[in-house]
């Protein structure tokens, strides 16, 4: 009897009505609005609790493991799903692991999630699950996930397009979920790629801004479009004192700055840089290219330098 009593002490009786429905909603507010079987176990809704509250229409099975209390799933609730349903030991990776982390102007059409080879795994319609040896570790509290820096490695790898790539590579530094010279670091380790050139430049953009942008990047360009090798880092006196100029023709008074990562660290500024050198491009002296522009649309700003130059030296 004693040993039935000590079992009654630790396991809690199962609530009814409204009083377990307040709790679910309780433990779903910290998943976005889902709530693991398991930890409804633990406050003593089993499953046949469950089943008359899904079968009443009150809460919606979403899976295994999964169920769900709100009627529409949030982005975050759908991440904590991903996690739970793809099998013991996931986490999300990539571009999901960055959207879980706060990253904001970009979402997944998929979710990635990461998880042990050697684990059984459940397939899931728009998760794509990575299964490899030795997953990278979970990092952080609340939902598990990798840490950002190879998260944002990874989400740029997996991209289907190198702009896509360098979004996200610019946002997470944009919006300081990650530190340059960390990103940095951890790309060095980093020894297969399939972007591996590109990455190179992007990352190095990112963190190191203008600098990146060798003299021998742009002038490659400029001979690509038969314009005159410029001068680089020709002086000019300012209001301030010298001033360097990026890249200069002094013969016809063009100037080329290049907006390193602190200045354009996402992709609108590259779209509002394009129209506004249309505008420049017209009769203006002046032409700005941010320096992630240079490598995803080199193409564009440098037909609008070679125009440029054509109208500022007609005669």
Do not use: S
């Given at each position: 009897m004693a040993g039935k009593d000590a079992a009654r002490a630790v396991t809690p009786s199962c609530p009814v009505g409204a009083g377990r429905r307040a709790l679910a909603t309780r433990l779903a507010a910290d998943h976005g609005g889902v709530v693991h079987r398991r930890e409804l176990a633990r406050y003593g809704v089993g499953r046949n609790a469950i089943r008359d509250e899904i079968a009443a229409g009150r809460w919606i099975r979403a899976g295994r493991h999964t169920v769900a209390i709100d009627a529409v799933l949030s982005r975050e609730a759908w991440h904590w799903w991903a996690v739970w349903e793809s099998g013991a030991g996931a986490r999300l990776d990539g571009a999901s692991a960055l959207e879980s982390a706060g990253m904001t102007g970009f979402t997944a059409r998929t979710i990635e999630v990461t998880l042990p080879a050697r684990n059984r795994h459940h397939p899931l319609e728009g998760v794509r699950q990575h299964r490899v040896d030795e997953p990278p570790p979970i990092w952080g509290a609340g939902i598990p996930r990798i840490a950002l820096e190879p998260a944002t490695i990874r989400a740029a790898q997996w991209a289907v397009s190198d702009r896509q790539a360098a979004l996200l590579v610019c946002l997470p530094?944009?919006?300081?979920?990650?530190l340059p010279a960390r990103l940095q670091l951890t790309w060095r380790g980093i020894r297969r790629s399939p972007r591996r050139r590109f990455l190179n430049d992007v990352i190095a953009d990112v963190t190191d801004g203008a600098h990146s942008l060798g003299e021998l990047d742009f002038?490659?360009?400029?001979r690509r479009y038969g314009l005159p090798r410029p001068t680089h880092q020709a002086v000019r006196s300012g209001p301030g004192g010298r001033?360097?100029?990026?890249?200069s023709w002094?013969?016809?008074?063009?100037?080329?700055?290049?907006?390193?990562?602190?200045?354009?660290?996402?992709?609108?500024?590259?779209?509002?840089?394009?129209?506004?050198?249309e505008r420049v491009a017209e009769g203006e002296r002046v032409l700005r290219i941010p320096v992630i522009g240079f490598r995803i649309a080199q193409e564009r700003f440098m037909q609008q330098v070679r125009r440029t130059y054509d109208a500022v030296a007609r005669p």
């Open positions: 530094v944009q919006q300081r979920l990650i002038t490659r360009g400029t001033v360097y100029l990026d890249i002094d013969e016809v008074g063009l100037v080329v700055e290049i907006d390193g990562g602190q200045h354009a660290l996402a992709l609108n500024p590259v779209e509002d840089a394009l129209r506004q050198n």
